[in-house]
């Protein structure tokens, strides 16, 4: 099987430029932790992944829906083979959709762009996109009880406690914060 080996420069400079204009919480930045926490859950498990793969996924997750025929370009330019470009476009959908992701680059990249920052993360992020979306902080808090809390679903033993304790964190937070606001 014909194995391309990816520039990391040329991803970077390639990816930027679809995230200029995305907010704070999903950024370049967002793709730094989302990454950092992929590498972590590698190195404290057993699973046989493409890392390739599974690093050009992360980057082209952000703008997959909207720019999937310029990704297809750019790795076609890199001299990626047609079995593999479809792989990393299937691997980057995977990332954000709701059916469990098929390849175990897929979970791990659902799982940690899903747990991405830690526990306390989580809280922090929906706090911050709902003031950027205009949102109260009592619309904020609905948000959060109604759409995250126990909603997600991680697919690996090592994310699904990451999740349960996120969940934990954020519920006690929340009841803290609106005991605070009576």
């Not at 997959?64 to 980057?92: C, M, R, T, V």
């Not at 959908?93 to 993360?121: C, F, M, N, W």
Request: aromatic share 10%; net charge negative; glycine share 4%.
């Amino acid at each position: 099987m014909d194995k391309k080996i990816m520039n990391k420069t040329n991803l970077i400079k390639f990816a930027t430029p679809y995230y200029a204009e995305k907010d704070i919480m999903h950024n370049m930045w967002h793709i730094e932790l989302v990454e950092k926490l992929a590498n972590k859950i590698l190195e404290t498990s057993n699973y046989n992944v493409n890392i390739n793969h599974l690093t050009l996924a992360t980057y082209f997750h952000g703008f997959i829906y909207s720019h999937e025929n310029d990704i297809k370009a750019w790795l076609n330019e890199q001299g990626f083979p047609e079995n593999e470009i479809s792989k990393i476009i299937e691997i980057s959908y995977e990332s954000q959709r709701v059916e469990t992701p098929k390849s175990i680059e897929g979970k791990i990249l659902h799982d940690a762009h899903l747990l991405e920052g830690g526990k306390a993360y989580t809280i922090t992020k929906c706090l911050i996109t709902g003031s950027l979306r205009g949102q109260s902080l009592t619309e904020t808090i609905e948000y959060i009880e109604t759409n995250i809390i126990d909603k997600s679903k991680c697919y690996l033993p090592e994310t699904i406690k990451m999740l349960n304790e996120a969940n934990l964190f954020t519920k006690d937070f929340l009841r803290e914060l609106k005991n605070g606001l009576v």
